[in-house]
């Protein structure tokens, strides 16, 4: 396994993060427990969860799995969708219980997805609601996500940067095609690594579509991920398949010459203008807080 460090809090993680959606997945609560500890039997420490997931159940598995010791072997993460002080209050004591812990290492605003999510995060008390929690000890640090426009997250920078306030880690989708359409990579990345907040990729083989239409392989996609100056890439796992090709993923990885990443990258091009296979940035399909507007309080 790979390690870097989590932007500037000096945490040392894992460079592959599980994915918390997919961990509750399967049918048997067992097998997420065993996919789980086999992940962190191999070196992933990078853990990633939700409040929403799967109704609770993501984290109510995870925290099972976290049992017996585990616990101590990771960086556990997961996120909030409140948009209010009590909201934000409630949910982070709701994912402390699920997970079976007194404390998570990171915790994130969820779907930062509207422009006017950073001035909620900043002006309706949700910043409120962390700062008393980081005070009693519930949680370490303090990030935000998104999947929907580059423009949202350089939006919550910049906002931040106005309240004074520094965020530890930024979550967004980083992908083969996402180098081609509304960019991370290309607009958001570079301010991150110049004011020290970790990046955290996600959807890595844009939720399968990537591999699926033989555009890239699942390795190709996550050595692309892990060449750009990510802390953590954080992949779905829902069967050994997966974990061991993430495994994999981390055991061969080489940093990519200009000339392989161009190559990557020509291949696909064409797929990724229209926006069709990032169907997160372009459509509703994946915003839970839209159709849930209730999760937010």
Not at 24 to 40: D, G, K, P, T, W
Not at 208 to 229: D, K, S, V, W
Not at 243 to 252: G, H, K, S, V
């Amino acid at each position: 396994m790979i390690y870097r460090t989590l932007g500037r809090t000096g945490e040392r993680v894992s460079a592959i993060g599980l994915g918390g959606y997919h961990i509750a997945n399967q049918r048997e609560e067992q097998e997420s427990i065993r996919l789980i500890r086999s992940a962190v039997d191999n070196g992933i420490t990078f853990l990633d969860n939700c409040w929403d997931y799967h109704d609770g159940q993501s984290e109510i598995r995870m925290g099972k799995a976290l049992r017996d010791g585990y616990r101590a072997k990771v960086f556990l993460m997961t996120k909030f969708d409140g948009r209010t002080k009590a909201a934000t209050a409630r949910q982070i004591d709701e994912s402390l219980q699920r997970l079976q812990t007194d404390h998570v290492d990171l915790m994130q605003y969820h779907e930062n997805i509207r422009l006017e999510d950073p001035d909620r995060f900043f002006n309706d008390g949700v910043l409120d609601a962390l700062m008393e929690a980081r005070k009693a000890g519930k949680i370490r640090h303090i990030g935000f996500t998104g999947h929907k426009d580059p423009s949202v997250h350089l939006r919550m920078l910049e906002v931040a940067q106005a309240h004074n306030f520094h965020f530890d880690a930024a979550q967004m989708p980083l992908n083969l095609l996402d180098a081609h359409f509304r960019s991370f990579a290309h607009n958001v990345v570079p301010k991150l690594v110049e004011q020290g907040v970790a990046v955290l990729g996600m959807k890595p083989m844009a939720e399968g579509g990537i591999p699926q239409n033989g555009f890239a392989t699942g390795i190709e996609c996550l050595h692309y991920a892990l060449n750009l100056p990510t802390s953590v890439v954080i992949t779905g796992v829902d069967n050994q398949k997966t974990l061991d090709q993430a495994l994999e993923a981390a055991r061969t990885f080489k940093p990519l010459s200009q000339n392989q990443v161009s190559a990557l990258l020509a291949k696909t091009r064409t797929p990724a203008l229209t926006g069709k296979y990032e169907a997160f940035k372009t459509t509703n399909q994946f915003d839970g807080t839209a159709q849930h507007p209730q999760w937010m309080g």
